[in-house]
C-alpha cells in the first residue's frame, strides 16, 4: 500500500498563491479595460448639465423658532418659611463619630495581626504573605491605633521565630 502524502501547504505556497491572483487580476483589469471603454463609449449620453437654478428663500416661518419669540414667564419670589428645612434638604447630615473604646481598638489590631499569615523565617528576614520582608521593614499594612493614627505593621525574625509589630501591638509566630 503506498503511502499518503500531506496535502498542507506551506506559508511561502500560499503567499505565492495570493501573489499569482493578485496578478491575474491586474492582467484581467489591464486587457479588458479597453473592451469596457468600448461598451462605454457607445451609450448615449443626453448633455452635460451646466446652469444651476439660483435658490430663492420661502415664506418667512413663524414657528421656525418658537422659543425666541416666546414670552416669558410670570416671575414669583419663593417663599422661604424655614432655613433649617433647606438646610436639612441640602447640607449633609453631621455625624458625630464615637471613639471607640482601647478595648475595641486592641481586639481590632489583634485580629488584623492573626488574619497575617507568616510562610517562613530567615536570619535576614521573613516570607509574610508569599513575600520576602527583610528585618524591621514595613510589610505594606497598617493598623490604626487608639487615635485612628495608622501604625506600619514591620516584621522582624529571629531564628525560627517572627515578630510582627505595629506600635504598641504584637504577635509572634513560630515556625516549623
Known sequence: MAKRESLALTANQ???????????????????SPVMTERLSKLPVIGVVTVTQVAVPDEPNALALPAAIALPTVRREAEVQDLAILDEMFLPPVVVEEKDSKAEVDEQAMRMLSSIQ???ASSAGAFVNGDFFSNGSAIGMAIADE??????VLAFSSGNTVTLRAGSYSRSVVIE
Not at 491575474?24 to 479588458?32: E, G
Not at 487615635?147 to 506600619?152: A, I, W
Open 14 to 32: 500560499i503567499v505565492l498563491g495570493q501573489m499569482g491572483l493578485a496578478g491575474l487580476f491586474v492582467m484581467a483589469a489591464v486587457y479588458l
Open 118 to 120: 507568616v510562610n517562613a
Open 147 to 152: 487615635n485612628g493614627k495608622p501604625l506600619p
